[in-house]
């Protein structure tokens, strides 16, 4: 069965330096999504990305964030320069753009800012 | 803004028993789909059913069924025959109709399946 795979799955980074968390999402779908989870709290969108364009962004995606499609398999979040507060998981899914449209989950990538 | 609201932050029941988690949401839309995902210790969501607004027939998923109940806005989640490895982080969460919209998710109810 397909699946979004994630890399890392853990990633330790020191505050002010820039990362980049990269997801292969499911190959017939269109639509990719980054979300986050602070570790005990509930899963929050960040971005939605179609067609190579950012296609809805939250209050969190500030402009430390961005969203890439480098090639036509991978997607990537990258953050400018780390806070202690970016230690989260952070997911990706993807869905169709017809028919099912529920949005299927990568494992995650733990990242700890310190 | 859509806000999904799930007012019981732990659950146990029995192994073979049945559990119902609760979840309300709040929208001013009308065609919407509503799933629940479950997140065990791995951390990794996956969907476990999901519920179209405008079908007024309850999804259902092996041991896993949904009390859709649109005018009060509620969409609780039956488990039957609990197993063990039902044990997780169960979230209810919402999305518009249109295409690439986001989920917004629930607080979460942390399910504890007991031997």
């Known amino acids: 069965e397909p699946e979004v795979t994630q890399t890392p799955s853990h990633q330790v980074t020191q505050m002010g330096q820039e990362v980049i968390l990269r997801c292969v999402p499911i190959?017939?779908?269109?639509?990719f999504y980054w979300y986050r989870q602070i570790l005990g709290q509930k899963v929050e969108f960040l971005v939605s990305?179609?067609?190579?364009?950012?296609?809805?962004k939250s209050e969190i995606f500030d402009d430390q964030f961005s969203v890439e499609r480098p090639d036509g398999s991978n997607f990537t979040l990258k953050i400018r320069s780390t806070k202690l507060e970016d230690s989260a998981m952070y997911f990706c899914a993807s869905s169709e753009i017809w028919g099912h449209r529920e949005q299927y989950f990568g494992p995650g990538t733990r990242l700890t800012v310190t | 803004a859509q806000t999904v609201t799930q007012s019981q932050p732990e659950m146990s029941v029995q192994e073979a028993e049945t559990v119902t988690l609760s979840c309300t949401y709040d929208t001013s839309e009308n065609n919407y789909y509503l799933f629940w995902y479950k997140q065990p210790p791995s951390r990794q969501m996956i969907l476990v059913i999901r519920q179209e607004a405008y079908k007024q027939q309850n999804a259902t998923e092996n041991r896993f069924s949904v009390n859709f109940q649109k005018a009060a806005k509620s969409f609780s989640l039956k488990i039957s025959d609990s197993q063990l490895g039902d044990t997780a982080m169960y979230f209810c969460?919402?999305?518009?109709?249109?295409?690439?919209?986001?989920?917004?998710f629930g607080e979460g109810t942390q399910l504890t399946v007991n031997p």
């Open positions: 990305f179609y067609n190579n364009e950012i296609s809805e």
């Open positions: 969460a919402f999305m518009k109709q249109t295409s690439g919209s986001r989920l917004t």
């Open positions: 190959s017939n779908h269109l639509y």
